[in-house]
């Protein structure tokens, strides 16, 4: 079976300071993992991916995401911190064998809060 | 272009009555999804289908939960003799195809209420 966890329920920088969101996985085979960000009252919106290549992957809004294999980890991360920034956090992992492995598992998720 | 679109956006039913919740796909996706989202739970996968098919339907809580998709587009899931822990956020989500190098695209989601 697949998880993901993020070890914190909320997280609070002051805008222009780097923000880092936590994320480690368990997976068999290959992880397939994914950030998304959820505003009020809206859906999921896809920020980035790690498939295969470079452990640095660069997503929307300036966010950017490091794989690390041997820590099983996938932390989000932008170098400079704005009040829109404030959000819903969700990281994902998608990986093992079959069908079953085709569904996306959520992390709890972490709140982000940027304050002025 | 259009995203993945949802209705009603909001539903409020009384316990024991059935429900229908729809989802339209972005279109030329070939894969979709249902997941549940509520306070306690969190992001919970229910069944994805690609093309009509479900090839995984392991996340549907009890035999009350059904899903369908025709032509390949339009989705609905069914909840009869809906009970109050029913009540959650359903969202739907599609992508290109079903492999798992695929991004998900979210819609707005479902607001189920069961009083």
């Known amino acids: 079976a697949q998880s993901v966890a993020q070890p914190e329920d909320q997280v609070n920088v002051a805008e222009g300071n780097p923000l880092t969101v936590k994320c480690t996985y368990s997976?068999?085979?290959?992880?397939?993992l994914f950030w998304y960000v959820q505003y009020p009252n809206r859906g999921l919106q896809f920020l980035l991916k790690?498939?295969?290549?470079?452990?640095l992957v660069k997503g929307s809004y300036g966010f950017e995401a490091e794989f690390n294999k041997s820590q099983t980890s996938f932390h989000l991360k932008k170098p400079s911190a704005l009040v829109s920034d404030s959000a819903l956090y969700f990281c994902?992992?998608?990986?093992?064998?079959?069908?079953?492995?085709?569904?996306?598992?959520f992390g709890g998720g972490t709140r982000v809060l940027v304050k002025p | 272009g259009a995203g993945v679109s949802q209705s009603p956006s909001n539903k409020v039913t009384e316990k024991g009555k059935d429900v229908e919740l729809r989802c339209d796909p972005i279109?030329?996706?070939?894969?979709l999804y249902w997941y549940r989202q509520s306070l306690g739970q969190g992001l919970e996968f229910l069944i994805y289908?690609?093309?009509?098919?479900?090839?995984?339907k392991s996340g549907l809580p009890s035999d009350r939960f059904s899903a369908e998709r025709t032509g390949g587009s339009v989705s609905t899931l069914t909840i009869q003799r809906t009970q109050q822990e029913d009540s959650a956020v359903y969202l739907c989500?599609?992508?290109?195809?079903?492999?798992?190098?695929?991004?998900?695209?979210f819609g707005p989601g479902t607001r189920l209420t069961v009083t």
């Open positions: 994902a992992v998608r990986g093992g064998v079959g069908a079953a492995g085709n569904k996306l598992t």
């Open positions: 279109s030329g996706h070939t894969a």
């Open positions: 289908f690609q093309g009509n098919s479900a090839p995984d």
């Open positions: 997976v068999s085979g290959n992880p397939y």
């Open positions: 790690y498939i295969t290549g470079d452990n």
């Open positions: 989500a599609s992508s290109l195809g079903q492999g798992r190098s695929y991004e998900q695209y």
